[in-house]
Every structure is written in C-alpha cells, then in structure tokens.
C-alpha cells in the first residue's frame, strides 16, 4: 500500500531550481535511504514531504489524499521530520521533551521519557540539563527523541547519525530499525553509502535536484 505518492514534484529558491520533476511512490513499511551529494536536493525533498515548506508545482499524496486536503498540524503528527542540526528551544532538556504533550493537551508521560532516554544512552538527569551545555551527540538524541515520543506514521530523518560516535551511530540504527519492524515506515538521508546499506529496503539516489537511480536492497 502506498502512503506517500510524490507526483512531478519542483521547487526553486532564490532563482535557483532545486528539485526539477520528482516522482516517487513510498510503500507502507518501507525503509528507504536517500543518498546523492550535497545539493541535490534531498532535505528539500523531504522538507516538502514533511509540509514545511510550500510546493511549487506537482502534488504529494498522503494514504492517498493530497496535502492540501489536511491540516498541517494533523500531517506534522503523522509524518515527523528529524533535522539535521537539531533544534532545540526553550532552557532545558524537558523544555523540548513535554513540548509534543502539551500540543496535544495530555499530561507529560514521565514513564515513556525515562525509557526514551535510556534507549539512547542517556539518562533521567538530562531532564534537568541546560540545552547549552549539551554536545552536538547529545542534542541530536534528544531530538531524537522528541520525535518519537508519540510514534509517528512515516519518520523523516535527516542525517540523524551525522555527530554520533560509532557506538551510539549503531545504538541509533538498531532502534530505527525496531521501530520500522513494528510498521513505521523511515526515510533517511544519509551521505554514508555504508550506512545506506543497511536495515534499507531501498535506496534512492539523487543528483542535480532529480532522481538518479533506485535500487532494491
């Protein structure tokens, strides 16, 4: 079953055209890399696909029905889009944490914080930090995390690995891996063909704002 349809999709900026006609069909449960080099056009493409930014021209489907027939925070909460450079907002650590609680009027799940924390290699006292004294490793796990406090239909990632250390890189695989096994389907930029290798189902590579090539894995 497709859950995302990208139709002939382009957008420019700045005068410059960065996506020139892109069509792709996601299936339900897919696991797909996205790799080219920088510039191509890959966090623009999922930058669309995650209704942040308006399209210029084609159109992007959801379980079949076009974008523009959603609410945005409705999509937003189905579809969840994980930055490259993360950012973080307010003074704390919990300040970013209870923020998908409070959008959606429930009570923080102290319970579901402590396990996310643990899975990425962190603990409760993190709560508690000043997101300025976070490292790059750390505060690209806790956004992470904040992504996946609620599970979303399709995760978007956007080299989610990029200041991890080997350990926690793997750490990270294993634990997008599980939750694509439990049905959440995963598009994940990547610049390592070695990590686009893995866990995948498919590839899709792209240059010069166009695909190049897909592959089955």
Same mark, same amino acid.
């Given at each position: 079953m497709k859950i995302l349809e990208v139709k002939n999709i382009t957008y420019s900026a700045n005068n410059t055209q960065i996506l020139k006609g892109i069509s792709l069909d996601i299936n339900k449960g897919d696991c797909v890399s996205i790799v080219g080099s920088s510039g191509s056009g890959k966090s623009t493409l999922l930058k669309l696909c995650s209704d942040l930014i308006p399209l210029e021209s084609g159109e992007i489907l959801y379980k079949g029905k076009n974008y523009n027939n959603y609410d945005s925070l409705e999509l937003r909460r189905e579809i969840s889009y994980c930055? =490259?450079?993360?950012? #973080?907002f307010g003074e704390t650590v919990y300040d970013n #944490?209870?923020?998908?609680?409070?959008v959606r009027n429930e009570n923080v799940n102290e319970g579901r914080l402590n396990d996310l924390l643990r899975m990425f290699n962190l603990d409760k006292s993190f709560l508690k930090k000043d997101i300025n004294s976070l490292s790059g490793g750390e505060r690209q796990r806790i956004s992470l995390i904040r992504n996946l406090i609620y599970t979303p239909e399709v995760l978007l990632l956007d080299e989610a690995t990029s200041t991890l250390d080997e350990d926690n890189v793997k750490n990270v695989? *294993? !634990?997008?891996?599980?939750? +694509? +096994? +439990?049905?959440? @389907?995963? !598009?994940?930029? @990547?610049?390592? #063909?070695? =990590?686009? =290798? *893995? @866990?995948?189902n498919r590839r899709i590579i792209m240059k010069d704002g166009r695909v190049l090539k897909e592959e089955e894995l």
């Open positions: 930055v =490259q450079s993360a950012y #973080l #944490l209870e923020f998908p609680f409070i695989e *294993k !634990i997008i891996n599980d939750i +694509n +096994n +439990n049905g959440v @389907t995963v !598009i994940w930029i @990547t610049h390592s #063909l070695e =990590q686009s =290798q *893995k @866990t995948f």
